[in-house]
């Protein structure tokens, strides 16, 4: 990855970042969170509300 980014000019990330992000968009867009926590494989979906809350809180939500 780390190469991959070198390479086209942009700012390392790791694949973990990306997953983050990506979860964080679909949040902040409405899809809920029963449907994020099975994407991301989170057994409980209170394990993706305590990770991505902070999206809500920032959407006011």
Known sequence: MARA????GIVHRHPHDLR???ASIQISRG???TIVAAQLGHSRKSLTLDTYSHVMVDEGR
């Open 5 to 8: 980014c070198k390479a086209a």
């Open 20 to 22: 983050h992000r990506y």
């Open 31 to 33: 899809v809920p969170v």
